[in-house]
């Protein structure tokens, strides 16, 4: 699945990013969010593990995640 959207807020050490539309993922396994930061406008690829939303990539704009 993949969604767009504002970054609001990254928990790196916590494991997690926020959109601004209160949209939360956890990192999945490898996921670098490096040079990101909140206002960027981001695609998000994502799984979804039970209730949880566990992002697999994340580009800058609407590129293809």
Same mark, same amino acid.
């Not at 970054?7 to 990192?27: H, M, P, V």
């Not at 981001?42 to 039970?50: A, F, L, Q, T």
């Given at each position: *699945? @993949?969604?767009?959207? /504002?970054?609001?807020?990254? !928990? +790196? =050490?916590? =494991?997690?990013?926020?959109?601004? !539309?209160?949209?939360? $993922?956890? $990192?999945? @396994?490898?996921? +670098?969010?490096?040079?990101? @930061?909140?206002?960027? #406008?981001? +695609?998000? #690829?994502? #799984? *979804?593990? %039970?209730? /949880? /939303?566990? =992002?697999?990539?994340? !580009?800058? %704009?609407? @590129?293809?995640?």
């Amino acid at each position: *699945m @993949k969604t767009t959207g /504002k970054l609001k807020e990254i !928990n +790196s =050490a916590q =494991a997690w990013l926020l959109l601004a !539309n209160g949209t939360r $993922f956890s $990192f999945g @396994k490898g996921l +670098s969010v490096a040079g990101y @930061k909140p206002g960027d #406008e981001v +695609s998000v #690829e994502y #799984e *979804m593990k %039970g209730d /949880k /939303k566990i =992002a697999t990539r994340v !580009n800058r %704009g609407s @590129k293809a995640a």
